[in-house]
């Protein structure tokens, strides 16, 4: 369920002046910048400012706490729109808004860029050591040299975006059709695009979605919506969405990509002002599924902006409830005021507070950041849910440690799911689904049992996803192969 979360209040807020992008035929100021991860854990790519030029590439080993500045003459010489790692250590690709496809195998230095191929806007890889897609039109499995053509079949509307998922063969596209204004569609492909299935429509003024990226593990998306910067996660291959997080206004929340880790995803950040004379980039990162980040500063040019964001891990809980505040506000900061349930009383003036609620109820709260001459603060409404106990929980997304896993895995044609029920459970049933999101078979179980074994032998050979009906369950993967 979506909560209305969002209601920035501006005092004396830092005034930046929105800039009209033209393009020319000699050079380009970027817009939008781009972020990809590299091969190993901390590794990342991104396009971003530098003192002089409106764009570089940059490669970062430890999270984007530091950055390395590889090629700095994108505007004059190739013009990148967008930039993609393979799995290959230093194979970075890049594709220009002529559409047109380069690769460099020295990890994006100057002068390494050699071209490959016309491209369309959509460029990904990463999933296997060569592998390189145009969006969903065709893929390259020797970097770029050679591609083979998909069908696209079942494709229609317009492509917004596409992403190949971790697994081989499964890939989702999100799709407008025109003139149906009010509706966005997430399409599935179970084999490399040539044939395309709907797995999910959404209303998109409700979720205005317009970007996706996989996680780590197979079937995991991240949305980021346009307008409000809001964060989405999926675990079931885009069947469901859930709200995650929402961010303040102020900064260019750019783009992002999900990490080499549980429950990582990256945010390109970005803030210029006074025609680029002014420049700021950041890198949030979060490895709790994009509750809760971390900030690296790792571009700055001029004056730096003032903008309150916070959040918490946990949200909601029966009274009396503690919840620990994660603060990744930036500029230059001189103060911090909390006021944990909005009644304009300060509660806390420290960064990374903790506050025990008593009562139950819903608590809006207001971080307000103060720097030598401005102000500015952020009000999350209903953010914090105490309750007695006896209430349901909302339909946020809790990222919780069931035991729940199945071996061997794959199988044929057999599988021992094992589980460990709560102790408040006397009984529970597995679900097993096939990966449209049909229920195929229900398996009863009682906090006796630790396992239970799962003949599929009259079902045919793919993919199955299993969970407990339980609040919160995950949802796991296991492969039939006959």
């Known amino acids: 369920m979506l909560k209305t979360l969002f209601n920035p209040v501006m005092a004396g807020k830092k005034i930046s002046i929105i800039v009209i992008v033209i393009l020319f035929t000699t050079s380009l100021v970027f817009s939008d910048y781009r ?47 967008s930039i993609t790692a393979d799995l290959t250590s230093g194979v970075v690709y890049g594709q220009t808004m002529s559409e047109a496809l380069y690769i460099s195998y020295d990890y994006g230095q100057e002068g390494s860029w050699q071209f490959r191929d016309t491209a369309h806007w959509c460029i990904n890889s990463g999933r296997n050591e060569g592998e390189i897609y145009d969006s969903f039109s065709k893929h390259s499995e020797d970097y770029g040299v050679n591609f083979i053509q998909h069908s696209a079949n079942g494709f229609f509307g317009s492509s917004i975006c596409t992403e190949i998922d971790n697994e081989n063969n499964i890939g989702h596209m999100l799709v407008s059709n025109y003139p149906i204004i009010d509706s966005l569609w997430i399409l599935i492909t179970y084999d490399n695009f040539e044939t395309l299935e709907i797995q999910n429509v959404v209303n998109r003024y409700e979720y205005p979605y317009t970007d996706l990226s996989r996680g780590m593990e197979y079937g995991e998306l991240y949305n980021i919506t346009s307008s409000p910067r809001t964060i989405f996660y999926s ?12 961010f ?34 950041y890198i949030f990162h979060s490895t709790d599924y994009g509750r809760t980040f971390t900030v690296y500063h790792s571009f700055s040019k001029g004056e730096e902006p003032l903008v309150a964001n916070f959040s918490s891990s946990l949200t909601e809980g029966e009274a009396p409830f503690t919840a620990q505040f994660s603060n990744y506000s930036v500029g230059e900061i001189m103060s911090y005021e909390w006021d944990f349930d909005n009644d304009g009383t300060i509660d806390s003036y420290e960064l990374q507070p903790e506050y025990t609620y008593q009562e139950t109820g819903y608590f809006s709260v207001k971080l307000i950041i103060h720097d030598q001459d ?26 919780t440690n069931y ?26 049933i597995i679900e097993i689904y096939n990966l449209k999101g049909q229920l195929v078979n229900e398996l009863q179980i009682s906090n006796s049992e630790t396992s239970i074994n ?13 969970k407990l009906n339980l609040k919160n369950s995950p949802i796991k993967k296991m492969i039939l192969l006959k």
């Open 374 to 399: 401005c102000t500015d603060e952020f009000l999350r409404e209903d953010f914090i849910h105490v309750t007695d106990g006896s209430e349901a929980d909302n339909d946020e997304l809790k990222i």
């Open 454 to 466: 799962w003949n599929a032998e009259d079902f045919s050979s793919g993919i199955y996803l299993y």
């Open 235 to 246: 675990n079931n291959y885009g069947l469901n969405w859930q709200y995650i997080n929402q």
């Open 35 to 81: 972020i990809t991860r590299g091969p190993e854990v901390g590794e990342i790519y991104y396009i971003g400012p530098t003192v002089t030029e409106p764009a570089a590439i940059y490669r970062s080993i430890d999270f984007g706490e530091t950055a390395t500045c590889m090629d700095s003459t994108l505007n004059t010489n190739i013009n990148f729109f």
């Open 248 to 281: 303040n206004l102020g900064l260019s929340y750019t783009d992002f990509v999900g990490g080499r880790q549980l429950g990582e995803v990256y945010v390109l950040v970005t803030y210029n002002a006074l025609m680029h004379t002014i420049e700021h980039t």
């Open 403 to 428: 035991e729940l896993n199945n071996y061997p895995n794959p199988f044929n044609p057999s599988t021992k799911i094992s589980f460990n029920l709560p102790e408040n459970k006397t009984e529970a």
